[in-house]
């Protein structure tokens, strides 16, 4: 069992977020909270098209799907308000198309006009910055508003219908934001949460169903602050000047990254499936205690 005093990874609600829609069962209750009158719409409509960069950390998003091959929804949960997931967006939004045009098999240099997906973009705000904006758009933060080449809308949520499965994950975050600053980030605060959104009935089917999970999820990581904090104590252990310290935690981490790509790698041309290899890679990136 987890020690009490361990560190809740800073960004937990992303991953519960993340784990909690990877069901397309839930999938669907969202889309349904998007879009009320789409009542029709059911499990074998939708197609998951979240982006998993296995070699780096550098680009993947929250959640994409695909619904009856006809349109795209890119989904991000943030707890820290930026604008900037504008540009989050575009780019998750180009990769899953290129992703979709290699898989159909689609030929861009083509005279005849493409077929694709219509895409929308939205971010689920849980933070507690007060946000009045319901879309925001590139050209509009970023270009004052002059028509350009390109423009990105991206609607904004930070509430919705009581009951409902936007509803109900805001409402586990605000939940677990109170057992946090009550406990810190410790085991308390991840049994008070999940007790009491079960009681509450808030995300209780998927909380129950995954209870040991979200535990794993919540202590898989510590804060990368931490892990900072633990080196450079090692380094200065060791005498090293303050200039010195930096470089060589930077040199390790990237000797780390380095070696798990290399490992990847390997693991592909071997023939290893992409889903043992994520599991393994997640794995090996953990930090240990």
Request: hydrophobic share 35%; charged share 30%; with cysteine.
């Amino acid at each position: 069992m987890p020690n009490n005093k361990k560190i809740l990874k800073r960004n937990v609600k992303d991953s519960v977020f993340t784990n909690l829609f990877q069901d397309t069962k839930y999938i669907v209750e969202l889309y349904k909270a998007l879009h009320p009158e789409a009542d029709y719409v059911t499990e074998d409509m939708i197609e998951i098209v979240t982006l998993k960069n296995i070699l780096t950390d550098s680009l993947y998003n929250d959640l994409g799907f695909m619904m009856d091959k006809r349109l795209i929804v890119l989904v991000e949960a943030q707890s820290t308000w930026t604008v900037n997931i504008m540009i989050r967006g575009l780019m998750y939004l180009v990769q899953t198309y290129q992703d979709y045009i290699e898989k159909e098999e689609l030929n861009i240099y083509s005279s005849k006009k493409l077929e694709i997906p219509k895409p929308e973009l939205y971010v689920i705000y849980t933070g507690e910055k007060k946000v009045e904006e319901k879309e925001i758009s590139l050209s509009e933060e970023y270009f004052g508003g002059d028509e350009t080449a390109l423009d990105v809308r991206v609607k904004v949520i930070t509430e919705s219908r009581e009951g409902d499965i936007i509803n109900q994950y805001v409402m586990f975050t605000h939940i677990l934001n109170d057992r946090v600053k009550a406990n810190g980030r410790t085991k308390k605060a991840i049994d008070e949460t999940i007790k009491i959104c079960k009681d509450r009935n808030i995300l209780k089917e998927y909380l129950s169903n995954h209870e040991s999970e979200v535990h794993d999820i919540m202590f898989s990581l510590y804060d990368d602050e931490q892990i900072q904090k633990a080196m450079m104590r090692d380094a200065r252990k060791e005498g090293l000047a303050e200039g010195r310290m930096e470089g060589r935690m930077e040199g390790r981490m990237e000797g780390r990254m380095e070696g798990i790509d290399a490992m990847i790698a390997n693991m592909r041309k071997a023939g290893i499936s992409d889903e043992m290899i994520q599991n393994v890679a997640n794995m090996t990136r953990r930090p240990t205690s």
